[in-house]
């Protein structure tokens, strides 16, 4: 069974920096990835890597954030900086496996202005 256990998260102000962790259980991934959720918004993709090491990242993100895995560990982490108000939501690790979404938990992010 596929599980998908997120750490990190919290309260931060604007320019400061939040690592998220995802470490998955029941399988090997080949393509981990980042969502968020602000309130009265649709989910986005925020960050996406593959097991080559290939990464994507939404446009508001690019140059702030780093996506990164130790597949020994089969982890993903998503190293943020420079937060800003508008960084605030839900943040949940996915995978896309036997063709089933699966999600983490969800991880608060609060930046304050």
């Known amino acids: 069974q596929v599980q998908l256990v997120e750490s990190g998260g919290g309260l931060v102000q604007a320019g400061g920096s939040l690592r998220l962790s995802c470490t998955g259980s029941g399988s090997i991934f080949s393509t981990m990835n980042w969502f968020r959720q602000a309130p009265g918004k649709q989910r986005e993709l925020v960050a996406r890597i593959t097991n080559s090491g290939n990464t994507y990242y939404t446009n508001s993100v690019k140059g702030r954030f780093t996506i990164s895995r130790d597949s020994a560990k089969n982890t993903v982490y998503l190293q943020m900086n420079s937060l800003k108000p508008e960084d605030t939501a839900v943040y949940y690790c996915?995978?896309?496996?036997?063709?089933?979404?699966?999600w983490g938990q969800g991880s608060q992010v609060t930046v304050s202005s």
């Open positions: 996915n995978v896309f496996y036997s063709f089933k979404d699966y």
